[in-house]
């Protein structure tokens, strides 16, 4: 299969691939995919005061097109603050990288990362205020 | 390393290029000697016919048949395999309605029993070991009073593993039951020998072996037992009435020219070609960790090395890697989305297929193409393991097993 001038750059020059600090509370992380079926994305994003997100970062076991995928995502979301990147759409992934049928589970995957990681992120805010409100209370 | 030429060939599984000596051997068939082998009434028919039988002795040698005459031409072994199959069916279905094959034979053999099944025919499919070879004496257990065929290829094509054909030989001639090989992937490769081995029909392709593509035969012997086929091509009643069609005189010519080279040559090529292999595994093996070899050690093709990079995708090194020709089991690769079939039914873990990686090596590969090959994929899968979820949890100690995976 041919792939797409735009995959084969992010799949070369991939961007924001790495790690954050799973424990740093204003990081959030998403694992989706599963070894068995061939693609496995983590996602991560670093959120400021303001719910922007400030660094994102990935790493991808997958096919060519789950790594532009994710490569991409990254990149669209960083700046974004939490909720306009929630409203990313694999649909635009898959149009913006030129992705054949075939490879839509790509991008699915990486809307889902996304996602998951600002869930992530939300979550351990939430547990964060709790904690101080209880703290408050008491 | 300057002078080598991308991209680099090693699926020498999928097919071959075609030899200059078989290429020369087959043009003057194309225009100066044209004749159609079934015209019996001049000398451009003459001379085909003629040419085609020469072509069936020498193709006959390469398998020791007895004669030529069990040389039945077909357009390639995906029919050659439906023709066996589907032709004993047919012919034999009064004696009975069942038929032995295995799991990881090419699906030109598995679809062909699958349309069996639909017309009332019964199929056993008998697995493979973890190393890939097919137990004889599961083969056995396999067999009924209704098995009227046993179809056993001769080295699988993915993991080029050697079945073994004289042990299954012996116990399908002890029950009188008809035994066909697909002995594509192997012959000129690895001893074959229908008469020594008790074959009875053998599938061959010549684009496997340096030949052109579009032309295969079946082998059907003739005695002890003849072997009698419904034809499955209806027409002018070619190949002795098995196979109806003008035949590919050129394709012959050149099929007949590919197995005399191999009757020369194959055993000191299969040296060489192993060599090379060897020397690509001990290149990834010793530089790279995490590496699990597909098959078996010993048991496989001269020019098979297919292994499992663990934490790596099979498409997204095969893309890393894009000026080396090789295949993937991983499902990125197939239309189904499915893993390999053949690793699967040997019981590799289904995320190991996915990093799986075949290298066909053959006549026209170097010891320098071995070597920028083996380098570029220690780099490449270096690379990709950095940039691998899975890799940097393998590095913290995590099991992954342990993992509850949401699959998608």
């Given at each position: 299969m041919a792939y797409s001038e735009k995959v084969i750059e992010h799949y070369e020059n991939p961007k924001n691939v790495g790690t954050l600090d799973q424990n740093d509370p204003s990081v959030g992380t998403g694992l989706v995919g599963a070894p068995a079926c061939g693609d496995v994305m983590r996602l991560q994003i670093k959120v400021n005061e303001a719910g922007v997100i400030e660094d994102a970062r990935f790493k991808t076991f997958g096919c060519g097109s789950a790594i532009a995928s994710s490569s991409l995502a990254t990149e669209w979301i960083k700046g974004k603050t939490v909720d306009e990147a929630f409203a990313i759409k694999n649909s635009q992934i898959a149009e913006e990288l030129s992705l054949p049928p075939v490879k839509i589970h790509c991008s699915v995957l990486a809307e889902d990362a996304i996602k998951s990681a600002i869930e992530d992120y939300r979550r351990k805010r939430a547990a964060r205020e709790a904690a101080a409100r209880e703290q408050g209370n008491s | 390393m300057t002078n080598l030429k991308l991209p680099i060939y090693m699926d020498y599984h999928a097919t071959t290029p075609v030899d200059p000596r078989v290429l020369e051997a087959m043009l003057p068939y194309f225009t100066e000697h044209f004749g159609n082998a079934a015209s019996r009434t001049h000398a451009f028919g003459w001379r085909a016919e003629a040419v085609v039988e020469e072509a069936r002795e020498t193709i006959a040698r390469l398998i020791n048949a007895e004669s030529g005459k069990e040389i039945v031409f077909t357009s390639g072994a995906t029919e050659s395999d439906n023709l066996a199959i589907k032709g004993v069916a047919e012919y034999y279905q009064s004696k009975g309605n069942h038929i032995v094959t295995t799991t990881i034979e090419h699906k030109a053999v598995l679809d062909s029993c699958k349309r069996l099944e639909k017309a009332g025919y019964t199929v056993t499919y008998v697995p493979a070991g973890r190393d890939g070879i097919v137990d004889p004496e599961a083969i056995r257990n396999a067999l009924t009073d209704k098995t009227i065929l046993v179809s056993v290829m001769l080295a699988n094509n993915e993991v080029g593993t050697?079945?073994?054909?004289?042990?299954?030989?012996?116990?399908?001639?002890?029950?009188?039951?008809?035994?066909?090989?697909?002995?594509?992937?192997?012959?000129?490769?690895?001893?074959?020998?229908?008469?020594?081995?008790?074959?009875?029909?053998?599938?061959?392709?010549?684009?496997?072996?340096?030949?052109?593509?579009?032309?295969?035969?079946?082998?059907?012997?003739?005695?002890?037992?003849?072997?009698?086929?419904?034809?499955?091509?209806?027409?002018?009643?070619?190949?002795?009435?098995?196979?109806?069609?003008?035949?590919?005189?050129?394709?012959?010519?050149?099929?007949?020219?590919?197995?005399?080279?191999?009757?020369?040559?194959?055993?000191?090529?299969?040296?060489?070609?192993?060599?090379?292999?060897?020397?690509?595994?001990?290149?990834?093996?010793?530089?790279?960790?995490?590496?699990?070899?597909n098959g078996h050690p010993e048991r496989r093709l001269p020019g098979n090395l297919n292994v499992s990079f663990a934490f790596v995708e099979g498409e997204g090194l095969m893309m890393a890697i894009k000026d080396v020709a090789v295949s993937s089991g991983s499902a990125c690769t197939s239309a189904s989305l499915e893993p390999s079939y053949v690793l699967r039914s040997m019981g590799l873990d289904e995320d190991l297929a996915h990093s799986s990686i075949r290298f066909g090596l053959g006549r026209f590969n170097t010891e320098a193409e071995v070597d920028y090959v083996g380098e570029l994929v220690v780099q490449k899968v270096r690379k990709l393991r950095d940039m691998s979820p899975l890799w940097e949890m393998h590095q913290q100690g995590i099991d992954l097993k342990s993992i509850q995976w949401v699959a998608h």
């Open positions: - | 050697i079945q073994p054909i004289a042990e299954i030989g012996k116990i399908t001639r002890e029950r009188g039951i008809l035994f066909h090989v697909d002995a594509v992937q192997g012959v000129g490769r690895t001893p074959f020998d229908v008469r020594a081995m008790n074959v009875d029909l053998a599938s061959l392709s010549a684009h496997k072996i340096y030949g052109p593509k579009g032309i295969g035969a079946l082998y059907v012997r003739r005695s002890r037992p003849r072997v009698r086929l419904v034809a499955q091509m209806d027409g002018g009643g070619h190949e002795r009435g098995n196979r109806s069609g003008t035949l590919n005189v050129p394709g012959i010519v050149g099929f007949a020219k590919a197995c005399e080279i191999l009757i020369a040559e194959g055993a000191e090529e299969a040296e060489r070609v192993r060599g090379l292999r060897d020397r690509l595994w001990r290149k990834l093996s010793s530089e790279l960790e995490q590496v699990v070899l």
